[in-house]
């Protein structure tokens, strides 16, 4: 067997046809169309308005407690940070002052 060192296309540029011609669509006598009318709205304005204050108030507490949740890290990672640094330097001091 030998290998061919082609990569085959995974997306042909056309489409491959079953048959040698295309098929026209063809219109059926007596078929009869349906009007569809639009549906009514089942909520009003005052609906929406009342919806979209209270997602707000569900987006600023959650928008809240992201802070609460951003500050508590912030806060424990800085004492790590601080009690790491310290210690780097008594290190440092201690190892290059001999």
């Given at each position: 067997m030998s290998e061919s060192n082609e990569i085959p296309d995974p997306m042909p540029a056309t489409r491959k046809r079953t048959s040698a011609t295309a098929?026209?669509?063809?219109?059926?006598k007596g078929v009869q169309t349906?009007?569809?009318?639009?549906p009514t709205p089942l909520l009003s304005l005052d609906d929406y308005k009342k919806d979209i204050i209270i997602r707000w108030q569900i987006h600023s507490y959650e928008v809240d407690l992201l802070g609460k949740d951003l500050q508590f890290a912030y806060n424990a990672v800085s004492k790590?940070?601080?009690?790491v640094v310290e210690f780097i330097k008594t290190r440092y001091q201690a190892e290059f002052s001999k």
């Open positions: 098929k026209k669509a063809v219109a059926k349906l009007e569809v009318k639009a790590q940070f601080v009690t």
